[in-house]
C-alpha cells in the first residue's frame, strides 16, 4: 500500500469509510500513504512486510484483527516484474518473483481467510496482471506467477 494500486486502494477504502491495515515492504511508502489518508477519520496501521514470509505474514493477521478486531476484505495485490527469459534469470530471481507473486498470495488468503470466515461476511481480492493471460517472451517467470 506504499504506492500504486495499493495505495489509491487504500484511499478509496478510507474514503468509504473502512478502517485499514495497510502493508509494504517499503516503510516510506507506507508512510506517504499514512499521510494521504489524514484527515478520513478512520483507523489506519501499518506493518512494513515481506509478502513471501510465511511467519511474517500470519503474525500481521494476528496483529490486524487485534487492532482492529474483525476483517473483512483482504486485498492481495503485491507484485514485482522481471524482465528475463528462464534461461537467462538465476534462480535466486525466480525464487524471489515466486516468493511475492505466488507465496504472498497463498499467505495472504491462508493466514486471513479463518478471520474473514469468522466475520459471516467477507471478500479475498487478488489481483492479477494481463500477463496472466497473454505470455511475453522476456515475462516468462511473471507470466507463470499471474497466471
Not at 42 to 70: I, Y
Not at 81 to 104: D, H, K, M, Q
Request: with cysteine; proline share 1%.
Amino acid at each position: 500500500a506504499g504506492s500504486g494500486i495499493g495505495q489509491q486502494l487504500a484511499l478509496l477504502l478510507a474514503k468509504a469509510g473502512c478502517h485499514v491495515s495497510l502493508s509494504d515492504v517499503n516503510e516510506q511508502g507506507l508512510a506517504k500513504t499514512v499521510e494521504l489518508l489524514q484527515g478520513t477519520n478512520v483507523r489506519v496501521t501499518t506493518k512494513k512486510l515481506d509478502v513471501s514470509d510465511r511467519l511474517a505474514m500470519q503474525a500481521w493477521a494476528e496483529e490486524t484483527v487485534q487492532n482492529h478486531g474483525s476483517v473483512n476484505m483482504i486485498f492481495n495485490n503485491a507484485g514485482v516484474a522481471l524482465g528475463s527469459t528462464v534461461e537467462g534469470a538465476s534462480y535466486e530471481e525466480l525464487e524471489w518473483i515466486v516468493g511475492i507473486n505466488f507465496w504472498g498470495v497463498v499467505y495472504g488468503t491462508k493466514e486471513f481467510l479463518p478471520y474473514i470466515k469468522k466475520t459471516g461476511d467477507g471478500h479475498i481480492i487478488n489481483i492479477s496482471s494481463l500477463f496472466g493471460l497473454t505470455a511475453q517472451p522476456t515475462q516468462s517467470a511473471y507470466n507463470a506467477t499471474k497466471f
